[in-house]
C-alpha cells in the first residue's frame, strides 16, 4: 500500500463527457469483484461493505459507528485494497494538530524554497479513526479537506487524490475526552453505518483466518484506480427520473416538518441520497434510479443529520433518528410518474 | 421504445433488475423492506381493513338500532319501509363519496334522495312525476308530519304504525343516517359518527322506560364496535369504546331505573286537542287497551261521552271550549232542550279509568253531578262535557248521576228544531252552522234521503239508516290509504264517494247532513258501552280502547240532544240498540216506529251488530276478522310499491359498485397503454385490485416492495405481477423513451392477483370493489404526489431495527 499510488485524477467538478465511462453491467461485475474480493477478508458483512463501496462510487464520505474491534479499519483497508487505491490512517487524539493531518511546508534547504509535505490526508481511502476525539479545530481541517476536496497550505491549493474518501470512526460509548461531531459536521459525511458485532459461524471463520495470518496480505486488487476513476463517472450518469427526484424531496421535506425531530435534513442531505441511490442502481446494473434505491439508503444517509426531539427514543437504545427515517420512509408516497395535467 | 417492447427489452437488458426482482432481492429486498417499513401481517390478518367496512358496519347498526324501535311500534313492515330509507341514504351517500370526492356533497346528495324516496313512498301524488317535491309535497309532508307528531301524542306504545308515525321514523332514519355518515365516513370519525345511531337506540328507553330490546341494542352496539374498529386514531376509539359501553349499559341496565313515564297509554281521543283525528289511529292499534270499567244502578250498559265537539270549521270540528266554566261537579246543569215532557230516571253509574291518559272525563249523557273526580275541571253547560288541562283521567274512581231518558216515539216525531233566529235565541247557532263552501253533493244527498221525511226525527233515521246500510262499509284503513282520512267538507265529499270508512266519518258526515237539513248537530267522541265483564265485578262493564267510538247528536227540540247511530257495526262492537235515540231507551222508539225503524240494525247489518252481552269477549267477530283482513290487504299494497322501489335501490346498489369498478378499470388500463401518467396508472389498478381483495397495498410502497412483499406471503414469486413491476419501474424511473404499457400485460398481472383468491374472495372483490371507498377511488391522484403519502400506514417498525446488519444474502443471479 504505497502512498504513491494517489493520483491526481480530473477533479470532480470536471465534465463528465471527459472520463472514461463503462457500461454499467460492467460497474456492475467489477462492484461485485470488488464486494467479494473484500467479503473474503470480512466475513458477513456484506450490506456495510455493498454500502461502503456504494459510498466509494457516489464520492461520498462514510461515518462509521460502532466500537472498537470490529473491523472498521480492516473494511476500510480491504476497500482501499481491492480497488487499488492508497489508504491512511489517523489516529485522531485532543492532541492532534490541522498540520498533522494536511501536511507542511518545510523549508528544503537544497531548493532555497518551503516544499509542501503532503500529510496522511493525501490518500484515496483515509480511515479517521476516533474523529470525535481531537478537537474541533482539527475536526474541521479534516471536514474542510473532505468537502474541497483539496488542501491550502500558505496559499497553495493542493488537490486532493481521486478518488478520495473518509471512512472516519466515531466511539458511541466512550464518552469521556470526546468532542462529539456537531450536526454541520456529521452533514458532510454521506453515509453513517455501524459495522455490528459478527454472527458467530462469521466470527468462527475470522478466528480460523486470522490463525495463519493477515487474509489482508492475500487481497489483490480486482481494479485498479483509473478503472474505479470509471466505475464512478458511470455512476455519474445513471438517470434519474423526476419522479426519483420528488420522491427524494418528498422524504427530506417530510423529515423538516416531523414532530419527533429537532432538525430534518438539509438539501445536502437530498442531494447525497441521489447521488448514493445512483451507486446504488449501477451496483444492481440499472441505469436508472428506482425509488427502492431511496428507501434502502435513507437510513444510512440521512438519520445521521438529523436531530431527534426530546425524549424521541429508539429501539433497543438504538438512535431514534433511524426509526423515524424509516417511519417518514414507510409513509412517504411512492411517485410513479409526475403530473403533466395542464 | 414502444408499448410491446418493454417487457423484451426489461428482460434483455435489464437481467439485473429482473433477477434482482425474481431471484437476488427476493431475500434481500424483502428483510430490508421489511426492516424499512412496518412489519406486516399475514394477507388474511389484514382483511380488516376492507373499505367498505365503515358503510357496511353503520347500515348493521342502523338496522338494529330501528329494530330497537320495536317495542314503540307493532308489527314489522314499517321496519322495512324504513330501513329502506336508510339503506337509500347510505348507498347514496356512500357512492357520491367515491364518484366525487367532494366533502359536502355526499351528505347533501344523500338527504336529497331521502327527500326525493320519502316523497314517493308518502306523497307520490302531490310530486311532479311521482318525484320532484311541489309545494303541496311540503303541505302534504307537514299534514303528514302533524298526524306523526299526533300519533306521537296521543299513542301508547306499542303504537300502531300509522302512516305518520312511520313518515317521522323514516325521517330519522334517514337522518340520523346521513348525520352518522358523514361523521364516520366523511370525516372519519367513527366515534362521533356513532352517536346518532345510539340516540335512535336511547329512543324507546325515554319514551317507554325498561322497554328497550337488550339484544337488539347489544346487537347495535357490536355494529358500532365494528364501526370503530375500523382504521382510526386510536383516542377517536377509546373513545368510541366508552361511549358504546355507556350507551348498552345504559340502555340494557338504565331503561329499568327510570321511573315510568306518565305518557305511557295515553288514548288520543281523550287527550287531544281535536280528539277525532287521533281516534282512527286508537282503533288501528290492533291491541286494545282496557280503558274504563263501570256498574250502573240501572245494570244496563251506557255509552260514556268524553268530548263533544260542536264546532264545525269546514275542515275540523272542535270543542266549543270558549264556553266552559271552572267549578265544582257536584252540580252540573240541566242539560239543553229536555222538557218535563220526557220520562227520565235518575240512575248512578260508578267509573273507573285504567291505564290509559286522557284529558276529558268519560261520563254519560246527561250527567248532573260528579262526586270523586277531585278538583280542577272545567264543564260545558251546552254538552255537559268535563276537561281539564291538568288533570289526568288516568286511574281515577268517580260516580256520577245521570239521567236516563225514555222519550216516546211521539214525543221524538213531535219534536221541532230551532230555526235561525230560536236557535241564535237558544245558543244552537254554532251547532247549525255550515261554511260557505259545503261541497253541493253533501247538500243534495242530504236532499235525496232525508227530504222527504216529515219530521226532524225522521229525517234523521232517514239518514241514520241511509249510512248503516248496504251502500257502506266499515272499514278502519281505506280512508288513509285512499287520503281521505279526517272529517273535513272535502273529506265528507269523499267518503260519499267512497262509501268506506269508519265512525269518525260516519259520524260526521251524518252531523254535517243533518246540518244541511236544518237540524243542529255535533260529533261526540267517547266509548261504546263496551262488554260485561263478570270479573271485574257484579254488573261491571268494560269499554277498551277498541270501544272509543264517535258519534253524531242531534238536537230535538223538548227532548234534546239525541244520540244517533250511524256507524256499520264496527269491530267487536254492537253500535247500538235499534234505532235508539235515547242511550237508556232503545226499545222505546223501535217499537213505535214501524218497520222502516225498528228492523234497522238486524237487516242492514246483522253480523256485526250484536248486543254487547252477547259478546265472548274472547271470540274475535267476523267483522273483526274481516277488519283485519282489509287492514293487511291495504296495508301490504302500499308496503309492495314501497318493497318494489327499495329493492330496485337495492339492486342497483348492489350493482354499481361493480360497474364503476370495472369503468375504472378499463379507465386505467387505456391510460396505461398511452402516457403520460401510464404507470401510475396500471399501478393504481394493481392497488385497486389488491385492496379490493381485502389486503393492503399503500401507495407507499414501492413496485418492487410489493412484488417481494407478495412473493413472501405467497411462497413463490409470480412471474406475471414481476413482468408488471419491471414494466412499470422501467416506464416510471427511465430515461423519457416508452411510452406505455401492454394491456396484456397489466390483465395478465391483475388476473394473477384475482386467480389466487378463493372464489367466495373473489365474487365479493368484485361485487363490492374496497378499493372504491379507499384514497384509490375515481378521485385519487394518478401520480402518488409526493408529500402526500400520508395515509395512515401503522407506524411501528418493530423488526430488523437495523437494516443493514441483516445477515442473510441471496446469491446473486448473474456471475460477474
Request: charged share 20%; net charge negative; hydrophobic share 45%.
Amino acid at each position: 500500500m504505497s502512498d504513491a499510488a494517489f493520483g491526481a485524477g480530473s477533479a470532480p467538478s470536471a465534465p463528465p463527457a471527459a472520463e472514461p465511462r463503462l457500461a454499467l453491467e460492467d460497474v456492475r461485475r467489477d462492484a461485485h469483484a470488488v464486494i467479494e474480493a473484500i467479503e473474503t477478508v470480512i466475513d458477513g458483512k456484506r450490506a456495510q461493505i455493498e454500502l461502503a463501496l456504494t459510498v466509494l462510487l457516489a464520492e461520498g464520505h462514510l461515518l462509521l459507528e460502532d466500537v472498537p474491534g470490529v473491523g472498521k479499519t480492516m473494511l476500510a483497508r480491504a476497500l482501499a485494497r481491492a480497488t487499488g487505491g492508497s489508504v491512511h490512517r489517523i489516529q485522531f487524539t485532543p492532541d492532534l494538530l490541522p498540520a498533522d493531518i494536511t501536511g507542511v511546508s518545510v523549508f528544503n534547504q537544497g531548493l532555497r524554497d518551503f516544499e509542501f509535505k503532503p500529510g496522511p490526508i493525501f490518500a484515496n481511502l483515509v480511515i479517521g479513526d476516533e474523529i470525535n476525539r481531537a478537537s474541533p479545530k482539527t475536526q474541521s481541517a479534516l471536514l474542510e479537506s473532505m468537502e474541497e476536496r483539496q488542501v491550502t497550505v500558505d496559499g497553495h491549493s493542493h488537490p486532493l487524490p481521486d478518488p478520495f474518501v473518509v471512512i472516519a470512526t466515531q466511539n458511541p460509548i466512550e464518552m469521556q475526552g470526546t468532542f462529539a461531531l456537531p450536526e454541520a459536521q456529521r452533514d458532510r459525511f454521506m453515509a453513517r453505518i455501524s459495522m455490528g458485532y459478527p454472527d458467530a459461524a462469521a466470527e468462527i471463520a475470522m478466528l480460523r483466518q486470522r490463525a495463519t495470518g493477515s487474509p489482508l496480505d492475500a487481497l489483490d486488487a480486482v481494479v485498479d484506480l483509473p478503472r474505479l476513476r470509471a466505475m464512478i463517472a458511470s455512476v455519474r450518469q445513471v438517470y434519474v427520473s423526476p419522479a426519483i427526484e420528488s420522491y427524494a424531496v418528498a422524504i427530506a421535506a417530510a423529515s423538516r416538518v416531523d414532530p419527533e425531530l429537532r432538525l430534518g435534513a438539509s438539501p445536502r442531505a437530498t442531494l447525497q441520497l441521489v447521488r448514493a441511490a445512483k451507486a446504488r442502481a449501477a451496483l444492481d446494473g440499472r441505469d436508472f434510479v428506482v425509488p427502492d434505491d431511496l428507501d434502502d439508503l435513507a437510513v444510512a444517509v440521512i438519520a445521521h443529520r438529523l436531530l431527534a426531539a426530546r425524549g424521541a427514543t429508539g429501539a433497543d437504545g438504538e438512535d431514534p433518528s433511524a426509526e423515524i427515517v424509516r417511519r417518514i420512509v414507510a409513509r412517504t408516497a411512492v411517485p410513479l410518474g409526475v403530473a403533466e395535467r395542464a | 421504445m414502444s408499448v410491446r417492447e418493454a417487457p423484451a427489452r426489461a428482460r434483455a437488458t435489464q437481467s439485473g433488475v429482473l433477477g434482482g426482482v425474481t431471484s437476488g432481492r427476493a431475500g434481500r429486498g424483502g428483510a430490508r423492506r421489511a426492516g424499512a417499513r412496518p412489519a406486516r401481517g399475514s394477507w388474511r390478518a389484514r382483511r380488516g381493513a376492507w373499505r367498505w367496512s365503515p358503510a357496511l358496519w353503520l347500515l348493521a347498526a342502523q338496522l338494529c338500532a330501528l329494530g330497537g324501535l320495536h317495542v314503540l311500534l307493532r308489527e314489522s313492515a314499517w321496519w322495512f319501509v324504513v330501513a329502506g330509507y336508510a339503506l337509500l341514504v347510505l348507498v347514496v351517500a356512500t357512492l357520491t363519496r367515491l364518484l366525487v370526492p367532494v366533502p359536502l356533497l355526499a351528505p347533501v346528495l344523500a338527504a336529497a334522495a331521502g327527500l326525493g324516496g320519502l316523497t314517493v313512498g308518502f306523497a307520490a301524488d302531490t310530486a311532479v312525476g311521482g318525484l320532484v317535491p311541489t309545494g303541496e309535497t311540503w303541505d302534504r309532508m307537514r299534514e303528514i308530519v302533524d298526524s306523526g307528531l299526533r300519533s306521537i301524542a296521543t299513542q301508547t306504545s306499542p303504537a300502531a304504525p300509522e302512516f305518520g308515525l312511520v313518515f317521522l321514523v323514516a325521517i330519522g332514519a334517514c337522518a340520523t343516517t346521513i348525520l352518522a355518515e358523514s361523521l364516520a365516513v366523511g370525516m372519519r370519525l367513527p366515534a362521533l359518527g356513532a352517536l346518532p345511531v345510539l340516540a335512535l337506540l336511547v329512543i324507546p328507553v325515554v319514551i317507554q322506560p325498561g322497554s328497550s330490546d337488550g339484544l337488539l341494542a347489544l346487537l347495535t352496539a357490536a355494529a358500532l364496535l365494528g364501526l370503530i374498529r375500523v382504521p382510526h386514531p386510536p383516542t377517536s376509539r377509546a373513545l368510541a369504546l366508552g361511549l358504546a359501553m355507556l350507551t348498552l349499559v345504559g340502555a340494557v341496565v338504565g331503561g329499568a331505573l327510570i321511573p315510568q313515564s306518565d305518557e305511557a297509554g295515553r288514548i288520543g281521543t281523550a287527550s287531544s286537542a281535536n280528539p277525532i283525528i287521533a281516534l282512527g289511529a286508537d282503533l288501528r292499534r290492533g291491541d286494545p287497551l282496557p280503558a274504563v270499567a263501570y256498574t250502573t244502578t240501572s245494570g244496563e250498559p251506557v255509552y260514556l261521552r268524553l268530548a263533544s265537539l260542536d264546532t264545525f270549521t269546514g275542515s275540523s270540528w272542535t270543542p266549543a271550549l270558549a264556553g266552559y266554566q271552572d267549578g265544582p261537579l257536584s252540580r252540573l246543569s240541566a242539560p239543553v232542550g229536555l222538557s218535563g215532557a220526557v220520562d227520565t230516571t235518575a240512575q248512578r253509574i260508578r267509573v273507573h279509568v285504567g291505564q290509559i291518559s286522557g284529558r276529558w272525563l268519560p261520563v254519560p249523557y246527561p250527567t248532573t253531578a260528579i262526586a270523586g273526580a277531585g278538583d280542577g275541571w272545567r264543564w260545558g253547560p251546552g254538552d255537559l262535557s268535563i276537561v281539564s288541562r291538568d288533570n289526568d283521567i288516568r286511574d281515577r274512581e268517580y260516580t256520577a248521576d245521570y239521567l236516563e231518558l225514555a222519550p216516546t216515539a211521539e214525543q221524538l216525531r213531535a219534536a221541532t228544531v230551532p230555526s235561525g233566529d230560536e236557535a241564535e235565541a237558544a245558543g244552537l247557532s254554532a251547532q247549525l252552522a255550515l261554511p260557505d263552501d259545503v261541497p253541493a253533493v253533501i247538500a243534495e244527498t242530504a236532499q235525496r234521503v232525508a227530504g222527504g221525511e216529515s219530521t226532524p226525527y225522521e229525517q234523521a233515521l232517514a239518514l241514520q239508516n241511509w249510512l248503516r246500510g248496504p251502500d257502506f262499509t266499515y272499514s278502519i284503513d281505506a280512508p288513509v290509504e285512499q287520503g281521505y282520512d279526517g272529517t273535513g267538507l272535502e273529506v265528507i265529499a269523499r267518503f260519499l264517494e267512497v262509501r268506506s270508512g269508519y265512525c269518525v266519518h260516519f259520524a260526521s258526515t251524518m252531523a254535517v247532513m243533518a246540518r244541511e237539513l236544518g237540524i243542529p248537530s255535533r260529533v261526540v267522541v267517547g266509548f261504546q258501552p263496551g262488554t260485561p265483564r263478570p270479573d271485574l265485578g257484579e254488573g261491571a262493564f268494560l269499554a277498551t280502547t277498541d270501544d272509543l267510538h264517535a258519534w253524531p247528536e242531534l238536537y230535538l227540540e223538548g227532548v234534546g240532544w239525541t244520540r244517533f247511530e250511524p256507524t256499520p257495526g264496527r269491530g267487536e262492537l254492537p253500535p247500538d240498540p235499534p234505532l235508539s235515540t235515547d242511550v237508556t231507551a232503545p226499545q222505546v222508539p223501535a217499537d213505535d216506529l214501524g218497520p222502516d225503524a225498528a228492523q234497522p240494525p238486524a237487516p242492514v247489518d246483522p253480523a256485526p251488530v250484536r248486543d254487547p252481552s252477547d259478546v265472548d269477549p274472547g271470540t274475535p267477530s267476523a267483522a273483526d276478522a274481516a277488519a283485519d283482513d282489509g287492514l293487511d290487504a291495504a296495508r301490504s299494497g302500499t308496503l309492495r310499491t314501497l318493497a318494489l322501489v327499495l329493492g330496485t335501490v337495492l339492486v342497483l346498489a348492489a350493482v354499481t359498485p361493480f360497474a364503476a369498478r370495472r369503468v375504472l378499470r378499463a379507465r386505467r388500463l387505456r391510460r396505461a397503454a398511452r402516457g403520460p401518467g401510464a404507470a401510475a396508472a396500471a399501478w393504481t389498478e394493481l392497488r385497486a385490485t389488491v385492496v379490493d381483495a381485502g389486503e393492503d397495498a399503500p401507495d407507499t410502497e414501492t413496485p418492487r416492495a410489493f412484488a417481494d412483499r407478495l412473493a413472501e406471503e405467497r411462497g413463490e414469486r409470480d412471474p406475471r405481477v414481476d413482468a408488471l413491476v419491471v414494466a412499470v419501474e422501467s416506464l416510471a424511473y427511465r430515461p423519457p423513451g416508452s411510452l406505455g404499457l401492454d394491456p396484456a400485460l397489466v390483465r395478465a398481472a391483475l388476473a394473477a392477483l384475482e386467480a389466487r383468491l378463493p372464489p367466495l374472495a373473489r365474487v365479493r372483490a368484485a361485487v363490492l370493489p374496497a378499493s372504491l371507498l379507499g384514497s384509490i377511488g375515481f378521485g385519487a391522484p394518478e401520480f402518488g404526489a409526493p408529500g402526500s403519502g400520508a395515509t395512515g400506514v401503522g407506524a411501528s417498525p418493530t423488526t430488523n431495527a437495523e437494516p443493514w446488519s441483516v445477515a442473510t444474502h441471496a446469491p446473486a443471479t448473474e456471475g460477474p
